[in-house]
C-alpha cells in the first residue's frame, strides 16, 4: 500500500534527489502540474505517474499510467509528459488506457493457445493438431512467442524460416501454419485485413524423397520377416561393435507385413481393430482415417498374413502392444533392426506404401485403380507415381517392336538370302 505525503512541492531534481526510501512506499504529489507525482519505493527506485479520471465526474474511471523511471528521464521531462497527457485527456483522449490496451494486447503465444483450443482441437484430426502443438512449441513460441499479434512483420516471419533453412520442409511447414494463424487472427479482430505477415514469404523448395523397393529388395525384406517370425529375433550392431540378438515380436511382424502388401499407412494398420477386417469381403473397413472413411483391400497374401495372426484374449487390436487392451505402438525401433539385416537402411516405413503403388504400376494398373487401392481423395496425390509407368510402357514398346521386326523378317522368304533383295 502506498502511503500519502501531505502537502506539495514542486517535482525538481534537488527535491526527488532528497526524497528518501522509506519503510513502505509513498508519494510526494507536484506543487505545479495536477495528478502529477513521484512514487518512491523502499528498495530507493523512483518513479514518476499521472493521476487523473475519465469519464467525468467522481464517478469516471480513475487512471494512474507510469510516466517512467527517474533512470530513464529527469523530472522536467517527466512533467512535460505529464502535460501532454493532460493536454490530450482534456481533448477526450485516454493515454492510460491506450498504455493499457497495448500491454494487455494479445501475444503470439496467446494466438498460438486459441488456435488449439478453437481451431485445430475443432476441426483436425488428434495427430494433425499434435504435429501442429509441436512445431508451435518448438519453433513459433521461442521465436515470436512474447509479440504481440499486431506487431509481428514480414521480417519476422522471414527471420523465423531463413533460420530453419537447413530443414526445408520443416520449414515450410512453419510458415503455413503461421499463415493460418494470422488468417485467424484477421478474423477474430485481432489484426487488421490483409495483414497477414507471412504473405509473400517464399517457400523453400522441397525434393521430393522417392524410395521405392526393387523386386530384389522386396525379397530380401521378406525373408527377413520370415526369419524374424521363425527365431523371435534378429542379430544387430551395438554401438560398441558387437552383435547381439534383437527380439522382434510377432506383431511387428504382422503390421510390416500388412504395410508392404496393402500399401496402407502405419497409423492405419497399427490402430486397426478386427471387428473392422472382413476376412470373406476381403476388405478392412477404416471408419476414419487421413482421407476419412476408407476401404482397405486386401489381396491374398494379406489375406493370409491375418487368418493366421494370433488374436489376444482381450485386446480388440489386430496389431497388439504390450500392455492390456492396447495396439503396437512403437514401430520404429524394430523397423530400425528390420532394415538393417535387410541392407535397407535407407528404406523408411512410408516407403513401403510407395513400393506397393510401384508394383501396381508395374502391373498395369491405371492411376485412378490405384488411387482407388491407396485410399486417395484427390487425384493429384496419385499423380506422383505416372513416372513408374514408364518402365512397362517402355517394355511394351519394346515388346511391339520386337513383333514387328519378327515380321519384317521371315527367314522363309528367299529374298532375304544370299544377299539377295
Keep these: 500500500m502506498t502511503n500519502e505525503v501531505s502537502g506539495r512541492v514542486k517535482l525538481t531534481k534537488t527535491t526527488v534527489d532528497r526524497a528518501k526510501p522509506g519503510a513502505k512506499r509513498y508519494k510526494l504529489h507536484d506543487s505545479d502540474v ?132 537447413d530443414r526445408p520442409v520443416q520449414a515450410n511447414r512453419v510458415l503455413a501454419l503461421l499463415s493460418k494463424c494470422f488468417n485467424l487472427a484477421e478474423v ?15 517457400k523453400y523448395r522441397e525434393g521430393k524423397r522417392q524410395r521405392y523397393l526393387s523386386p530384389e529388395e522386396t525379397r530380401c525384406l521378406i525373408a527377413v520377416l520370415e526369419q524374424a517370425e521363425r527365431d523371435g529375433c534378429l542379430m544387430t550392431k551395438r554401438g560398441n561393435g558387437t552383435m547381439a540378438p534383437r527380439p522382434i515380436s510377432p506383431a511387428v511382424v504382422l503390421a510390416i507385413r500388412l504395410m508392404l502388401l496393402t500399401g496402407a499407412r502405419s497409423g492405419e494398420i497399427l490402430k486397426c481393430r478386427w471387428d473392422w477386417v472382413d476376412i470373406e469381403a476381403r476388405v478392412i473397413r ?29 485386446n480388440p487390436f489386430v496389431v497388439p502392444g504390450g500392455k492390456p487392451g492396447a495396439p503396437l505402438v512403437n514401430l520404429k525401433d524394430p523397423w530400425e533392426a528390420i532394415r538393417a539385416a535387410a541392407g535397407l537402411e535407407d528404406l523408411r516405413l512410408h516407403d513401403l506404401r510407395h513400393s506397393f503403388a510401384s508394383f501396381a504400376v508395374a502391373g498395369g494398373l491405371s492411376l485412378p485403380m490405384i488411387g482407388k487401392l491407396l485410399g486417395h481423395s484427390q487425384p493429384s496425390t496419385t499423380a506422383r507415381y505416372a513416372h513408374l509407368a ?12 520386337s513383333g514387328i521386326a519378327a515380321a519384317l523378317f521371315d527367314p522363309t522368304d528367299e529374298r532375304t538370302t544370299d544377299g539377295e533383295t
Design 34 to 165: 495536477a495528478g502529477f507525482h513521484l512514487v518512491v519505493s523502499p528498495s530507493g527506485k523512483k518513479s514518476f505517474y499521472l493521476r487523473y479520471r475519465v469519464g467525468g465526474g467522481r464517478g469516471g474511471t480513475l487512471r494512474e499510467p507510469k510516466i517512467g523511471d527517474l533512470t530513464t528521464m529527469t523530472p522536467e521531462q517527466a512533467r512535460k509528459i505529464a502535460r501532454d497527457w493532460q493536454a490530450e485527456i482534456r481533448a477526450g483522449g485516454d493515454p492510460g488506457g491506450e498504455r493499457h490496451r497495448e500491454r494487455s494486447a494479445p501475444t503470439v503465444a496467446d494466438l498460438c493457445a486459441r488456435y488449439m483450443r478453437d481451431h485445430a482441437s475443432l476441426h483436425k484430426k488428434a495427430s494433425s493438431a499434435r504435429h501442429d502443438h509441436s512445431l508451435i512449441q518448438n519453433w513459433i513460441l521461442p521465436a515470436l512467442g512474447r509479440k504481440k499479434v499486431a506487431d509481428v512483420t514480414r521480417d519476422d516471419v522471414v527471420r523465423l524460416h531463413t533460420k530453419m533453412q
Design 188 to 202: 477474430w479482430g485481432l489484426r487488421p485485413d490483409a495483414s497477414n505477415p507471412t504473405r509473400h514469404v517464399k
Design 286 to 314: 477404416l471408419p476414419d482415417s487421413k482421407s476419412g472413411k476408407k476401404v482397405v483391400y486386401l489381396n491374398e497374401m494379406a489375406v493370409d498374413a491375418l487368418r493366421h495372426a494370433s488374436r489376444v484374449p482381450g
Design 390 to 401: 514408364d518402365d512397362p510402357v517402355l517394355a511394351a514398346a519394346e515388346l511391339t517392336g
